[in-house]
Nanobody, 124 residues
Framework: QAQLAESGGGWAQAGDSMRLSCAAS????????MGWFRQAPGKEREFVAA????????FYEDSVKGRFIIDRVNSKNTVSLQMNSLQPEDTAVYYC?????????????????WGQGTQVTVSS
């Protein structure tokens, strides 16, 4: 049974950094594109970042480019999201997700497996 477990969320002040991690199990991690999405209160879930199978290609939503970095360690079945220069608008529940084919990394509907999410709150 596929499982994704996020960790590392919490409270931060504007300008701080935070690192989220996601541990995967129950599927062949290296065969999947991994993504991070977020959902703020009253808003739809939105794409944040994705990384292809062997880490050579990454994708970012425009508002996080230059601030967030996604990486993965296939030998440890983990994907992480380093978030720098956090802003109050980054406040959301952050979800880790796995996408077998990776044709549209930014589309949440293409992802088969999802974690439960971790809350990130940034105060001004």
């Amino acid at each position: 049974q596929a499982q994704l477990a996020e960790s590392g969320g919490g409270w931060a002040q504007a300008g701080d950094s935070m690192r989220l991690s996601c541990a995967a199990s129950g599927f062949t991690f290296g065969d999947y594109v991994m993504g991070w999405f977020r959902q703020a209160p009253g808003k739809e879930r939105e794409f944040v970042a994705a990384i292809k199978w062997y880490g050579g290609l990454t994708f970012y939503e425009d508002s996080v480019k230059g601030r967030f970095i996604i990486d993965r360690v296939n030998s440890k079945n983990t994907v992480s999201l380093q978030m720098n220069s956090l802003q109050p608008e980054d406040t959301a529940v952050y979800y880790c997700a796995a996408n077998r084919w990776g044709r549209h990394p930014e589309r949440s509907t293409d992802y088969e497996y999802w974690g439960q999410g971790t809350q990130v709150t940034v105060s001004s």
